[in-house]
């Protein structure tokens, strides 16, 4: 059985953190995603800390803190990895969409990793958030095993709390679209009203594996994605296979 609840109490803010720590492969000396003394002011001055339980066991952590414009920004969400794949992350975001609402708030705002493309997926096509700005090195350098030698660019995301229709995500070229491939480069000549954005197939492990590569992907995404968005462009979809829809906004 699954539960979401706030957590209370140092225990259950210490069990988060070595949940959080083993999600986010920290090592001794690295810095925690959230820190206990952290999710105790969280808690304490009226923020979001919760957690999920499957059978009892915490599987699931995440917390938030109030922002302007009668907002909830979500810090840090991790799950399990032998939770995955049951619906834990989408329902932790109900959850804390439903603890916004419960006060009132408008949306919730988060940033995530715009290299990652389950991320990318599941944040603007499952949960049908809007990325609206690109922000390169966000959060500067960060000692953990995801994010450790990669700079931290980042798109901000947007989640309306009282929930809006899905963007539809196509499978497929439109006319008159300019391609963006690796190398930040269009595939076409000439301006287009849709330019298309290409991720790698995974890049936590070309972060590990190949980390030459994967700079040069941080880099051209950051030229191309970035660029657009800068350009006036906005992400309309993102697609099964790893691409970013964009559009010209209105």
């Not at 414009?69 to 834990?88: K, M, T, Y």
């Not at 070309?206 to 800068?230: I, K, M, N, S």
């Amino acid at each position: 059985m699954l539960e979401i609840r706030i957590l209370h109490g140092t225990s259950e803010f210490q069990a988060a953190d070595r949940l959080l720590r083993r999600v986010w492969n920290t090592r001794a000396g690295d810095d925690p995603p959230v820190a206990v003394d952290l999710m105790c002011a969280l808690e304490h001055t009226g923020g979001y800390v919760g957690g999920a339980f499957l059978d009892g066991v915490l599987v699931a952590a995440a917390s938030g803190f109030l922002a302007e414009r009668a907002s909830l920004h979500s810090h840090v969400v991790g799950v399990a990895a032998e939770a995955r794949g049951r619906g834990i992350g989408q329902a932790i975001k109900a959850h804390q969409r439903e603890w916004a609402a419960e006060r009132g708030l408008n949306s919730i705002s988060w940033t995530f990793d715009p290299l990652v493309r389950r991320n990318a997926f599941f944040n603007l096509a499952r949960l049908g958030a809007r990325a609206e700005r690109y922000v390169p090195d966000f959060y500067g350098p960060m000692n953990d095993g995801i994010n450790g030698g990669d700079v931290t660019d980042r798109l901000f995301a947007h989640w309306p709390v009282h929930p809006e229709p899905e963007p539809s995500a196509p499978d497929g070229p439109r006319k008159g679209e300019v391609i963006l491939d690796e190398t930040g480069a269009p595939r076409e000549p000439g301006g287009a009203a849709v330019l298309r954005c290409a991720t790698p197939a995974d890049a936590e492990r070309l972060r590990r594996e190949q980390p030459g590569e994967a700079a040069r992907w941080r880099a051209a995404q950051r030229a191309a994605l970035g660029g657009a968005l800068d350009r006036g462009y906005r992400i309309a979809a993102f697609t099964r296979d790893g691409w970013y829809v964009l559009e010209r906004a209105a």
